[in-house]
């Protein structure tokens, strides 16, 4: 009884109807995560604060959150799922700090790893907006997750708004 409301899979909604592709695609990662493979242990379980944050907030953009825990208790988990079902609608912003941008660009790498067109950057260092390639926000660029330092968002949110409107 106490944790049939909290499977993983029954437990998150499918975000709003759209592209069939991307519901497919939504469904195996779920399948996926709760299962577990190579590379990431199963969760087929949520805790009970997941499952407070999923009511509220999902399918997004439907509330706001601000989650705080202690170390250990799913608070990437709950990240992970906030971005997945954000890729749904456009691009994804996740700011972090400069010590914890590539990792947590590649542990969402490797938790989205099967999400068709789902690329990752990190976006990290000195206050310096550069040319190249891996620092830009392109336009054309749909379903990304952009990990980046509080400053180097402020400074692309300063030199190109018009790109945050699809994030």
């Known amino acids: 009884d106490r944790t049939s409301q909290r499977p993983l899979l029954h437990g ?4 709003p109807a759209g592209d069939e592709a991307v519901s ?24 009970p604060s997941a ?9 997004g953009p439907k509330a706001s959150a601000v989650v705080t825990m202690p170390t250990g208790s ?24 400069n010590a914890l941008v590539h990792q947590i660009r590649h542990d969402l ?3 989205l790893q099967g999400l ?4 990752f950057r990190s976006f990290v260092g000195a206050d310096e907006y550069t040319l190249l390639e891996g620092e830009q926000i392109s336009p054309s660029d749909k ?3 952009a990990v980046m330092t509080p400053e180097k968002c ?13 994030c």
């Open 143 to 145: 379903r990304f997750v």
């Open 24 to 47: 497919k695609d939504f469904s195996a990662y779920l399948l996926r995560r709760c299962r577990g493979d190579e590379k990431n242990r199963g969760r087929p379980f949520l805790w």
């Open 12 to 15: 998150v909604p499918t975000p």
């Open 74 to 97: 799913g608070k990437s988990f709950i990240a992970e799922l906030a971005v997945v079902n954000a890729l749904q609608n456009g691009w994804v912003l996740y700011i972090a700090t």
């Open 51 to 59: 499952l407070e944050y999923i009511q509220a907030c999902l399918p």
């Open 116 to 119: 068709t067109g789902a690329s």
């Open 154 to 166: 402020a400074l692309a949110m300063r030199l190109h708004p018009e790109r945050f409107a699809d």
């Open 109 to 111: 790498e490797q938790a």
